[in-house]
């Protein structure tokens, strides 16, 4: 088999794993940290609870990007801008899906929805820039 055509096997199935990675990491973030910190300061605004909520997403997408993103892009560094957009995509479909499955909307589930996302797309694009730069790194040393 092509070297090539291997690789790219690799990258769709570590891209079909990553929603459940991501969901994973997301629930094992959001039982230690948030709800630890949230009552450790004892928080009675909404707001504090939101800025919470963001970083734990921040957190749990950072660890995804790094475990599913960076070595995908390592592997195929020209192919990066795909790569990126079918992790976004992989990755956002579930969470932006039962936002809207969801019968009312309220500010935290927005803020919820929104610092996923925000998160996520940041997070991917990162880590797919440090990857492409280690790949061709790791090309012109052989």
């Keep these: 088999m092509n070297s090539i055509v291997f690789k790219k096997i690799v990258v769709v199935a ?5 929603p459940v990675i ?3 990491i997301s629930s094992i973030c959001n039982v230690n940290i948030f709800f630890n910190v949230v009552y450790g300061i004892n928080s009675k605004s909404i707001v504090t609870v939101a800025i919470v909520k963001v970083l734990t997403c921040l957190v749990s997408a950072i660890v995804t990007a ?23 995509v992989a990755i956002l479909i579930f969470p932006v899906s039962t936002f809207f499955m969801l019968s009312n909307y309220d500010k935290l ?25 280690l790949g061709l790194k790791g090309k012109r040393n052989i």
């Design 109 to 133: 589930s927005f803020v919820d929805v929104f610092g996923q996302s925000i998160s996520v797309i940041i997070s991917v694009y990162l880590f797919a820039t440090i990857g492409f730069f």
């Design 66 to 88: 790094f475990i599913t993103v960076l070595p995908c892009v390592y592997l195929l560094p020209l192919y990066r801008k795909y790569i990126v957009i079918v992790f976004i």
């Design 14 to 18: 570590i891209g079909l794993l990553s």
């Design 22 to 24: 991501y969901l994973k």
